[in-house]
């Protein structure tokens, strides 16, 4: 089946750790992968595209095709990284697959 | 701007009665989804339209659920006769003017069924 897979629903770092959100998805083509970040009370938003090939609030993410993973990395955490984190693979109709997503907290 | 306005922004009903939820573009997008999220999943996609026209509606959970867009404008979701199992945060999003599968989402309306 089509899907996006977040293993972990909770990660707990210190701040200043390093941290990596695991996505694996299971579509095939030419994949289209997001990270959307949902802060406490605040809607959800983008983070970063893959095709942007960015650096978003210091989180950087690779797709690797023969692993079919996106995996989300940030190499210093910060308190204010605290939040829900989706992985998503855009859809042929403009829609987006959510995985089930990551709560990440950062200690301080 | 790519802004989305979403009311009620918490709606409590009995079961068995009707709840409609509203999604209000700030300025004009061809593309509006609508997605369910439920506690501990992200978010699921329900229908979406291209204008006025609904080209997706497969997806919507059952017959009790519809979808509208009358003026390609504001969108709204209806559940009839709504059931327990329909609690949850319903979203609005909208595709960006650039063509990519990027979307912005609305703060959502949540729904509590008693």
């Known amino acids: 089946a089509q899907r996006v897979t977040q293993p972990e629903k909770l990660l707990s770092v210190f701040k200043g750790a390093p941290v990596e959100l695991k996505c694996n998805y299971s579509?095939?083509?030419?994949?289209?992968l997001f990270w959307y970040v949902q802060y406490s009370r605040q809607r959800l938003q983008l983070l970063l595209r893959?095709?942007s090939r960015e650096s978003i609030k210091g989180f950087t993410a690779d797709l690797n095709k023969g692993e079919t993973s996106f995996h989300l990395k940030k190499p210093f955490a910060q308190e204010e990284d605290s939040a829900m984190y989706y992985c998503?693979?855009?859809?042929?109709?403009?829609?987006?697959?959510f995985g089930k997503g990551t709560k990440l907290s950062v200690k301080p | 701007d790519t802004g989305v306005s979403q009311d009620p922004r918490h709606k409590i009903t009995k079961r068995g009665q009707n709840v409609t939820f509203r999604c209000d573009p700030i300025?004009?997008?061809?593309?509006l989804y609508w997605y369910r999220q439920t506690l501990g999943q992200g978010p699921e996609f329900l229908t979406y339209?291209?204008?006025?026209?609904?080209?997706?509606k497969s997806r919507l959970l059952s017959d009790r659920f519809s979808a509208e867009r009358p003026k390609g404008s504001f969108s709204t979701l209806e559940i009839q006769r709504t059931e327990q199992g329909d609690s949850a945060m319903y979203l609005c999003?909208?595709?960006?003017?650039?063509?990519?599968?990027?979307?912005?989402f609305g703060a959502g309306s949540r729904l509590t069924v008693l």
């Open positions: 999003a909208l595709r960006g003017s650039s063509g990519a599968n990027v979307l912005t």
């Open positions: 339209f291209q204008n006025e026209a609904q080209l997706e």
């Open positions: 998503a693979y855009g859809g042929s109709q403009g829609n987006l697959i």
């Open positions: 893959h095709i």
């Open positions: 300025s004009e997008h061809n593309r």
């Open positions: 579509y095939s083509g030419s994949p289209e």
